[in-house]
């Protein structure tokens, strides 16, 4: 178990692919990152950070870059020059929200006025494509999460038609990334929406909402159906959860100072983890399942080995 301590509340955490790095967005501080080999665990903080958008902090593949969401498109650091590039996703003058896909070839951004979109774009070797457009004019979207391959969208909806649409009650959809042709839709039983998170192999949507996980399986033909509700075992609230690479187990952290280990065949769960760090904002897994860290309110992080 080794402890990092950052200057405020830890908001997001990924570790670089290789593992020898743990990047942080940190509350009013923007990010750092930390190079795990070093003998004295000093953070680095980037510099240049125009803003931040919780969501997709993400190492490239080769851990030699490190990105992460803005207002409106993505900021990436390199490493060896210390340059820092931004992309912009913007088409109107409000950006309301962006998701990203893991592997980084997808990304669906939210507009407002005056031309109220969603709008998928692909990457590609001349840059950013967009490939469709979806007029939310009429149409409340929220939660906006994409598989890891980019493959499909899931986000709430209900109708913005109505004069008192806010009381409308919402729906889970599930549409394709690449077109945004709808494929499924499912059973929402809340009254606001949640984070969302696809599992490794895309089978699988969770959420939470308070003291609840709300889990979502996904047949092959993208229907969804009503989700399966995960009670916390005290009043809790969750905070943040993340698959292991496996997806075998799902790791969250809740307004206490553990992390919950949930078998994602059973629903049950098998390990329960205390680090006396104060409240837990999140929690991330190496891409090669051997190592897990956690993030406080307070600013400290927690890295410990998976046996």
Known sequence: MRLLQAPHEVLELAFSPDGRALAAAIAYHGVFYWNLDAALLWPVQIPNVSSYRRGGLNFSADSRSLSWLIADGRQTFNRDTRQTIRESFAVTKVTYGLTISADGSRVVSQHGLPDNCLVGWSASEAGWMRNWRLSTLELSAESLTLTPDGQRLALF?????DVLWWQLPRRLELRDAATAELLGVGAYPYNY????????????????NHMTLLVWLITADGA?????????????????????????????????TTVHVFDTHTWNRVHRLTWQLGQLRTVTISSDGNLAAAGSRTGQIVIWDID
Not at 224 to 243: E, I, M, Q, W
């Open 224 to 256: 969804l159906g009503a989700p399966r509700l995960v009670r916390n075992d005290s009043r809790k609230h969750f905070t943040g959860c993340v698959y292991h690479p496996s997806g075998r187990y799902l790791y969250t952290t809740s307004n206490d």
């Open 157 to 161: 909806t209900r109708s913005a038609a």
């Open 193 to 208: 929406a949640c984070p969302l998170l696809f599992s490794p192999n895309s089978q699988q949507l969770v959420g939470f």
